[in-house]
């Protein structure tokens, strides 16, 4: 298991979330919601590019696929269990992952960014052109859904959101992170880091490179996709912005901030991001400005991202009160 | 000469030139992905910076009192001005050189978002555009058939761009040296070639080709928000459609890609940028050096 | 070495089969060889007729100049290549182009001339790595790895034969050049493998180190399971120390494949070895 006192900082984060609810103002709640999508998505996005290596540039393609799912299940079909367009998302996701992954993962490095990207751009315009199907860049409606079977007919969707979707939110993120702990924990998972450092000598260590590698976009794939329904849930709708390049962009951006070396990194990030987005929003237009500055500063001077320095900072702590402790290395 | 035909040739034109302009751009991303090995995704930004510059530049000479004719000067005079954001972007660039390529292309990604907010900032949300001003230069019409001569103009331009290019890497002893970075980083430095002025010439060069074809597209086209982060995606396609660091390359991928979206605007409207990122795919998994790229992947 | 095999109770092993066109008398017990086989790249013939074996017990060396065809030749042993003629076998079963992963399934580990390790992981993670593919454990998802006794237990003994136990925790990249090539041999002996390919071991290594390497290398195999080892090495002292049989390669054809007395007292071939041996 985690390191003690980092299983308490867990503890005590995940505590401190659940009671926003309950301390803050709905709309803080409500501004967290597409925070856990994002962490979800992230978890998965990280597996593939801090433990598999592999920087895709058009992961924003599976929240696409996990929203418009949502949009079919839900609106078209008319099945509003949240919980059967989760298994929809996920399986929508798997299906796309599979042939995508196969086709992609033959490739490292840019190669494999650029083939990502342009997955997700073609997926755009086919979301955008046809318009008949998919609504084009008006999108598709994503009614409200059933948590558990209950309507919550008494709470308006500002009060759900903030409410039982939010708990929802929080349980599900953090199961999809134990999932996570433990694939990157497994032996699967050392075969993946095997690869990424040495792919040559993994394969000769009896590591099935291109299989693991597949593997590993396939589990993003579906996390994405359960991101995605949560983002459709919040916002209602599945538009093909979501798929655009420049969200994959973000998706980075957030992996890159919170420090992808580091297993809540990402889910850092995606805190870090949500609540900076919203104070700079509120702040000045030009915050698109001020985020690619961070992103320039964080790449620049803080290639760990917050969550390494979060853990450089607390190793050092650590050592002034006992400094006869071994300073373990931070596990990737 | 019949409406088909004149048809057929007014889709055409407007392919090559489209073509024109994505090889300007495409050029100026081989050359620093072929010497610095970095994937520049701001080039729409630089591309939608001699844009907007452009038209700026353009309105204030014009209402000064210079003369319409004076157009294409002034259009490449503004791309010009505007490579000045090159240097000391490249000298940020310069802090994640030793870094994984990530960091780099997330560096240029920053840079991508930093610019659309000077953008909205400077220009506004709303797309600008010149008033058909390059049609001083008239139209060239053969029967019914007829294309501004400004567009031919900038097609000329282009070849001559690309021929100067070609020149510039292969006779001059600063293109062999950067051709000779490009090939074998640690063996140029080894013989004294210096990297780091290079490198800055090589972005700065990259960023003017950038500038130049934005500023060139403006009198036919409206500069917009949009711009930057759309036409990535193009002359990303063209780069790996040629092959990634090929000047040749550059210049075949760019009438391709040219060519397939005016071809489709005929054919099937609706297919018009997803036959391109086909066709990427397509290459990418068939032969990911491209049609003129070198085998090593 | 020993020349019974130390218990294999591994459930990937295979009893060596006949294929179908041997000829009638010959039963062997080769683990590994090849049969007339050549290699050409396009015009360039870089290996041409070449048949060699190695049996359960055997210590055998591979020399000769840079671009005799070692490399190929290597690649070729170990799957990465398909002859342009002729066979592979190993254990029986033809291995052309099967490439590495299936072979360090089925009992073959390759160690590299230039150090490969892996940076990130730590010393115990990189003979993880190659224990879990020889405990079939690749596919689980869902068990934590640092739970696995049966792993745990594993990696420390590997560690301790080679004497890395007090750097199990250390991160690769921080490891001394010396600890880097013990740990990658390490790791290939994690495999379990019943042949091991060693690829230049020594190279990189101060004179006055590579008996001590190669020393540890040879006492590491008489405790594991190893029953062959094909060394590709430039230094004739060693091959000299430790071979059953020396090949000689010279521009792509077998020159001479003999026991180390033979070997050495033909003038011709030492010669060819030798005297033409350019840049170590």
């Given at each position: 298991?985690?390191?003690?006192?980092?299983?308490?900082?867990?503890?005590?984060?995940?505590?401190?979330?659940?009671?926003?609810?309950?301390l803050?103002?709905?709309f803080?709640?409500?501004?967290?919601?597409?925070?856990?999508?994002y962490?979800?998505?992230?978890?998965?996005?990280?597996?593939?590019f801090?433990?598999?290596?592999?920087?895709?540039?058009?992961?924003?393609?599976?929240?696409?696929?996990?929203a418009?799912?949502?949009?079919?299940?839900?609106?078209?079909w008319g099945?509003?269990?949240?919980?059967?367009?989760?298994?929809?998302?996920?399986?929508?996701?798997?299906?796309?992952?599979?042939?995508?992954?196969?086709?992609?993962?033959?490739?490292?490095?840019?190669?494999?960014?650029?083939?990502?990207?342009?997955?997700?751009?073609?997926a755009?315009?086919?979301?955008?052109?046809?318009?008949?199907?998919?609504?084009?860049?008006?999108?598709?409606?994503?009614?409200?859904?059933?948590?558990?079977?209950?309507?919550?007919?008494?709470?308006?969707?500002?009060?759900?959101?903030?409410?039982?979707?939010?708990?929802?939110?929080?349980?599900?993120?953090?199961?999809?992170?134990?999932?996570?702990?433990?694939?990157?924990?497994?032996?699967?998972?050392?075969?993946?880091?095997?690869?990424?450092?040495?792919?040559?000598k993994?394969?000769?260590?009896?590591?099935?490179v291109?299989?693991?590698?597949?593997?590993?976009?396939?589990?993003?794939?579906?996390?994405?996709?359960?991101?995605?329904?949560?983002?459709g849930?919040?916002?209602?709708?599945?538009?093909?912005?979501?798929?655009?390049?420049?969200h994959?962009?973000?998706?980075?951006?957030?992996?890159v901030?919170?420090?992808?070396?580091?297993?809540?990194?990402?889910?850092?990030?995606?805190?870090?991001?949500?609540?900076?987005?919203?104070?700079?929003?509120?702040?000045?237009?030009?915050?698109?400005?001020?985020?690619g500055?961070?992103?320039?500063?964080?790449?620049?001077?803080?290639?760990?991202?917050?969550?390494?320095?979060?853990?450089?900072?607390?190793?050092?702590?650590?050592?002034?009160?006992?400094?006869?402790?071994?300073?373990?290395?931070?596990?990737? | 000469?019949?409406?088909?035909?004149?048809a057929?040739?007014?889709?055409?034109?407007?392919?090559?030139?489209?073509?024109?302009?994505?090889?300007?751009?495409?050029?100026?991303?081989?050359?620093?992905?072929?010497?610095?090995?970095?994937?520049?995704?701001?080039?729409?930004?630089?591309?939608?910076?001699?844009?907007?510059f452009?038209?700026?530049?353009?309105?204030?000479?014009?209402?000064?009192?210079?003369?319409?004719?004076?157009?294409?000067?002034?259009?490449?005079?503004a791309?010009?001005?505007?490579?000045?954001?090159?240097?000391?972007?490249?000298?940020?660039?310069?802090?994640?050189?030793?870094?994984?390529?990530?960091?780099?292309?997330?560096?240029?990604?920053?840079?991508v978002?930093?610019?659309?907010?000077?953008?909205?900032?400077?220009?506004?949300?709303?797309?600008?555009?010149?008033?058909?001003?390059h049609?001083?230069?008239?139209?060239w019409?053969?029967?019914?058939?007829?294309v501004?001569?400004?567009?031919?103009?900038?097609?000329g331009?282009?070849?001559?761009?690309?021929?100067?290019?070609?020149l510039?890497?292969?006779?001059?002893?600063?293109?062999?040296?950067?051709?000779?970075?490009?090939?074998?980083?640690?063996?140029?430095?080894?013989?004294?070639?210096?990297?780091?002025?290079?490198?800055?010439?090589?972005?700065?060069?990259?960023?003017?080709?950038?500038?130049?074809?934005?500023a060139l597209?403006?009198?036919?086209?409206?500069?917009?928000?949009?711009?930057?982060?759309?036409f990535?995606?193009?002359?990303?396609a063209?780069?790996?459609?040629?092959?990634?660091?090929?000047?040749?390359?550059?210049?075949?991928?760019?009438?391709?890609?040219?060519?397939?979206?005016?071809?489709?605007?005929?054919?099937?409207?609706?297919?018009?940028?997803?036959?391109?990122?086909?066709?990427?795919i397509?290459?990418?998994?068939?032969?990911?050096?491209?049609?003129?790229?070198?085998?090593?992947? | 070495m020993?020349?019974?095999?130390?218990?294999?109770?591994?459930?990937?092993?295979r009893?060596?089969?006949?294929?179908?066109?041997?000829?009638a008398?010959?039963?062997?017990?080769?683990?590994?060889?090849?049969?007339?086989?050549?290699?050409?790249?396009?015009?360039?013939?870089?290996?041409?007729?070449?048949?060699?074996?190695?049996?359960?017990?055997?210590?055998?060396?591979?020399?000769?100049?840079?671009?005799?065809?070692?490399?190929?030749?290597?690649?070729?042993?170990?799957g990465?290549?398909?002859?342009t003629?002729?066979?592979?076998?190993?254990?029986?079963?033809?291995?052309?182009?099967?490439?590495?992963?299936?072979?360090?399934?089925?009992?073959?580990a390759?160690?590299f001339?230039?150090?490969e390790?892996?940076?990130?992981?730590?010393?115990?993670?990189?003979?993880?790595?190659?224990?879990?593919?020889?405990?079939?454990?690749?596919?689980?998802?869902?068990?934590?790895?640092?739970?696995?006794?049966?792993?745990?237990?594993?990696?420390?003994?590997?560690?301790?034969?080679?004497?890395?136990?007090?750097?199990l925790?250390t991160?690769?990249?921080?490891?001394?050049?010396?600890?880097?090539?013990?740990?990658?041999v390490?790791?290939?002996?994690?495999?379990?493998?019943?042949l091991?390919?060693?690829?230049?071991?020594?190279?990189?290594?101060?004179t006055?180190?590579k008996?001590?390497?190669?020393?540890?290398?040879?006492?590491?195999?008489?405790?594991?399971?190893v029953?062959a080892?094909?060394?590709?090495?430039?230094d004739?002292?060693?091959?000299?120390?430790?071979?059953?049989?020396?090949v000689?390669?010279?521009?792509?054809?077998?020159?001479?494949?003999?026991?180390?007395?033979?070997?050495?007292?033909?003038?011709?071939?030492?010669?060819?070895?030798?005297?033409?041996?350019?840049?170590?």
């Amino acid at each position: 298991m985690m390191r003690g006192s980092a299983l308490l900082l867990v503890a005590i984060a995940t505590l401190s979330l659940g009671l926003v609810p309950i301390l803050a103002p709905p709309f803080y709640a409500n501004l967290l919601v597409p925070f856990y999508g994002y962490a979800i998505a992230l978890l998965g996005f990280n597996l593939l590019f801090g433990y598999a290596g592999l920087l895709s540039f058009g992961h924003a393609l599976f929240l696409g696929i996990g929203a418009y799912a949502a949009a079919v299940i839900a609106g078209i079909w008319g099945i509003k269990e949240f919980e059967v367009v989760l298994v929809g998302a996920a399986l929508a996701g798997l299906a796309a992952a599979l042939p995508l992954g196969w086709l992609a993962v033959r490739y490292t490095g840019i190669f494999f960014g650029m083939l990502t990207l342009a997955f997700g751009m073609l997926a755009h315009s086919i979301l955008f052109k046809f318009y008949h199907l998919t609504g084009g860049d008006s999108g598709m409606r994503i009614p409200r859904m059933r948590l558990f079977g209950l309507e919550f007919a008494a709470y308006n969707k500002i009060e759900l959101l903030a409410g039982p979707f939010y708990y929802y939110c929080l349980t599900l993120s953090v199961l999809a992170a134990f999932l996570m702990w433990r694939i990157v924990r497994s032996p699967f998972g050392l075969h993946l880091r095997s690869l990424r450092d040495n792919a040559q000598k993994a394969e000769y260590l009896g590591v099935r490179v291109r299989q693991f590698r597949l593997a590993a976009f396939t589990i993003s794939g579906i996390y994405g996709a359960i991101g995605g329904a949560i983002l459709g849930f919040r916002t209602g709708l599945a538009d093909p912005e979501l798929v655009y390049w420049t969200h994959s962009g973000h998706l980075v951006f957030m992996t890159v901030l919170g420090g992808f070396s580091n297993f809540l990194g990402p889910v850092v990030g995606a805190l870090a991001m949500t609540l900076l987005q919203d104070q700079l929003q509120s702040l000045t237009q030009y915050w698109r400005f001020v985020l690619g500055a961070i992103l320039a500063l964080v790449v620049i001077f803080l290639p760990r991202g917050l969550a390494g320095l979060a853990s450089d900072v607390g190793l050092r702590l650590g050592r002034r009160w006992a400094p006869s402790a071994a300073g373990a290395r931070d596990t990737a | 000469m019949s409406a088909a035909t004149s048809a057929f040739g007014n889709i055409l034109i407007g392919g090559i030139f489209h073509a024109a302009v994505l090889f300007l751009v495409a050029a100026g991303l081989q050359l620093v992905f072929g010497v610095q090995k970095i994937v520049n995704l701001a080039c729409g930004s630089f591309y939608a910076l001699g844009a907007y510059f452009a038209i700026t530049f353009v309105n204030f000479a014009l209402s000064a009192g210079l003369p319409s004719w004076t157009l294409l000067a002034l259009l490449l005079i503004a791309g010009l001005l505007m490579a000045a954001v090159g240097p000391p972007i490249e000298r940020l660039l310069r802090t994640v050189y030793d870094r994984d390529e990530s960091f780099q292309l997330l560096l240029t990604f920053a840079l991508v978002l930093m610019f659309q907010d000077v953008f909205r900032f400077v220009w506004g949300a709303n797309p600008r555009s010149l008033d058909n001003v390059h049609l001083i230069y008239g139209k060239w019409a053969v029967g019914d058939f007829s294309v501004p001569v400004y567009n031919l103009m900038v097609i000329g331009a282009a070849l001559i761009a690309a021929f100067l290019i070609g020149l510039f890497l292969r006779r001059t002893n600063f293109g062999r040296m950067l051709r000779a970075t490009a090939e074998n980083r640690a063996m140029a430095e080894a013989l004294g070639v210096n990297v780091r002025a290079i490198y800055a010439a090589v972005f700065t060069l990259g960023t003017l080709l950038g500038t130049i074809g934005g500023a060139l597209v403006v009198p036919t086209a409206a500069a917009s928000l949009d711009m930057a982060v759309e036409f990535v995606i193009e002359a990303f396609a063209v780069v790996v459609i040629g092959g990634l660091g090929s000047m040749p390359g550059a210049l075949a991928g760019a009438l391709l890609v040219g060519l397939i979206r005016a071809g489709s605007l005929v054919v099937y409207p609706e297919f018009e940028i997803l036959a391109i990122y086909l066709i990427v795919i397509g290459v990418l998994l068939l032969k990911p050096s491209g049609l003129f790229g070198k085998p090593a992947a | 070495m020993s020349s019974q095999p130390t218990g294999n109770a591994s459930s990937t092993a295979r009893e060596p089969r006949k294929p179908p066109h041997w000829p009638a008398d010959g039963v062997t017990t080769s683990l590994i060889e090849t049969r007339g086989v050549s290699k050409s790249y396009g015009a360039v013939r870089a290996l041409e007729d070449v048949s060699i074996s190695v049996r359960e017990g055997e210590f055998v060396s591979i020399v000769g100049p840079n671009g005799a065809g070692k490399t190929t030749l290597v690649n070729l042993l170990t799957g990465l290549l398909v002859p342009t003629q002729g066979e592979v076998y190993f254990k029986g079963r033809n291995i052309a182009g099967v490439g590495p992963v299936a072979l360090a399934t089925r009992g073959m580990a390759r160690t590299f001339q230039l150090v490969e390790i892996f940076p990130q992981l730590t010393v115990a993670e990189t003979i993880a790595a190659a224990v879990v593919t020889r405990q079939g454990k690749r596919w689980r998802l869902l068990s934590v790895l640092l739970e696995d006794a049966e792993i745990a237990t594993r990696v420390a003994e590997v560690a301790s034969i080679f004497g890395l136990s007090s750097r199990l925790a250390t991160v690769s990249h921080l490891l001394s050049q010396g600890e880097k090539k013990l740990l990658d041999v390490a790791s290939a002996f994690a495999l379990e493998p019943q042949l091991i390919l060693l690829d230049e071991p020594t190279s990189g290594v101060s004179t006055s180190e590579k008996h001590t390497l190669m020393k540890t290398l040879v006492d590491a195999t008489r405790t594991a399971s190893v029953e062959a080892i094909i060394l590709v090495e430039h230094d004739m002292d060693l091959v000299a120390s430790y071979s059953h049989r020396i090949v000689a390669l010279s521009e792509g054809r077998v020159l001479a494949d003999l026991p180390p007395d033979q070997f050495f007292a033909d003038p011709l071939i030492t010669n060819v070895v030798v005297g033409r041996r350019g840049g170590s």
